[in-house]
């Protein structure tokens, strides 16, 4: 039989693929699942008893939460990236992880194929194709979603008449949970004037007291959380479990797709909203203004091209290189109160607070320079201008 790897959440895209490869292509169904954060080892054990359910010959779960952190949320946090000045990149920047994790599984048992569930109209399907074709361009590629353009009923017809009986309601929204936040699409984000509701989102608001919180940062990096010293990626789903009580990180995020279609969703991103703010505010006490300047397009960038499937591309390396050489001095930590759907940023404590220096303080004092010094340094400073409006006149 012919070997191939299935990308496999357990949803219902991906069941059909399971059945449909299995049953009417014959082929040798190895699924496998990628762990990025989300899910709870009650809901694994049940992903994998659906799949053998539906023939596949294996199911695997790949525990890949450190690596996301180590290759990919690092360096969001380090840039502080929030695309379009919302978004903080929670859903594509977990699929090229999960697309990387999943190519490497197939290279390793000798896989001669390799599906997806993803339809012809998203940017996953960019994103899935992208890495494949890149790590291993003899694998092919297929995506029954996508060639046979089914609608969803079409797919609960046609495993119900293979057996399969599970129960298929068509969900008001569509939840992708992960370490870094989970988005929430359907109904009102479909529209460009409605709010989603309250209950759309999967984390409620249970606590109205409102607490201070600490977060230290050494080299740019979280590494405890009200001094309880933990690994990052711990320290996120810890502040996440106590932030997400205060319905904190709530937002609807629009945005271009790679297809050039304007695109709506919904998330919630508590953990990493505060660690983005948090972090920023740390930098602009740590960094000079020339760093701060020049790291806010390369961050920019760096979004831009993860976001749109292109993390294999060497100039992202490069662009790793910088954010993370920025962070020498990043370190510190950040107080942050936290309220019901808000968080106010309270101020830091740094070894390198450039705020703290014994040059001067700003709009009180200055001990590194005279008055003459000071006239003749801004009359210098703006004699390009005063001969430009001299010659030509102020208009």
């Known amino acids: 039989m012919k070997k191939l790897v299935l990308a496999y959440s357990g949803g219902l895209d991906t069941s ?50 450190g690596n996301y952190y180590e290759k990919v949320i690092k360096y969001l946090i380090f840039g502080n990236v929030l695309k379009n000045n919302t978004y903080p990149l929670s859903v594509s920047a977990e699929r090229i992880i999960q697309a990387i994790e999943i190519i490497n599984y197939a290279k ?110 050494t080299h740019g990096e979280p590494v405890a959380l009200n001094d309880h010293k933990d690994t990052p990626e711990v320290l996120i789903e810890k502040l996440n479990t106590i932030a997400s009580k205060y319905a904190i990180g709530r937002d609807i995020h629009v945005g271009d797709t790679i297809l050039g279609i304007k695109g709506r969703v919904g998330f919630e991103a508590a953990a990493a909203i505060i660690l983005i703010k948090a972090h920023h505010l740390l930098e602009k006490h740590t960094l000079t203004k ?17 976001h749109e499937g292109l993390y294999l591309d060497p100039v992202m390396r490069d662009l790793e290189a910088m954010l993370a050489s920025s962070q020498k001095q990043v370190n510190g930590e950040v107080y942050i109160t936290l309220k019901p759907y808000h968080f106010i940023l309270n101020g830091i404590l740094s070894e390198n607070d450039l705020l703290q220096s014994k040059f001067g303080s700003y709009g009180e004092m200055n001990n590194a320079w005279s008055a003459e010094e000071a006239k003749g340094f801004i009359n210098i400073y703006g004699n390009q201008t005063k001969i430009y409006q001299n010659t030509n006149g102020y208009d």
Do not use: M
């Open 290 to 306: 020339w760093q701060l300047q020049h790291k806010d397009y390369i961050a920019n960038w760096y979004g831009t091209h993860l």
């Open 16 to 65: 059909y693929c399971a059945v449909h490869l299995t049953k009417d292509k014959n082929f040798e169904v190895h699924a496998v699942s990628v762990n990025t954060g989300g899910f709870t080892k009650e809901e694994i054990t049940t992903i994998e008893q659906k799949a053998y359910q539906l023939g596949v010959k294996t199911y695997h779960n790949i525990n890949a939460i």
């Open 108 to 217: 390793s048992i000798g896989a001669s194929y390799i599906a997806h569930g993803s339809t012809g109209a998203g940017n996953d399907q960019v994103r899935f194709d992208l890495i494949f074709n890149t790590l291993a361009p003899e694998i092919a590629i297929i995506t029954p979603i996508r060639d046979q353009k089914l609608s969803r009923q079409e797919e609960i017809d046609y495993l119900q008449s293979h057996g399969v009986d599970l129960t298929w309601n068509k969900a008001k929204y569509s939840i992708n949970k992960g370490l870094w936040g989970t988005s929430v699409g359907g109904d009102e984000t479909l529209t460009s004037h409605l709010s989603l509701p309250e209950t759309a989102y999967p984390s409620q608001l249970e606590e109205t007291s409102e607490t201070t919180i600490k977060i230290t940062f």
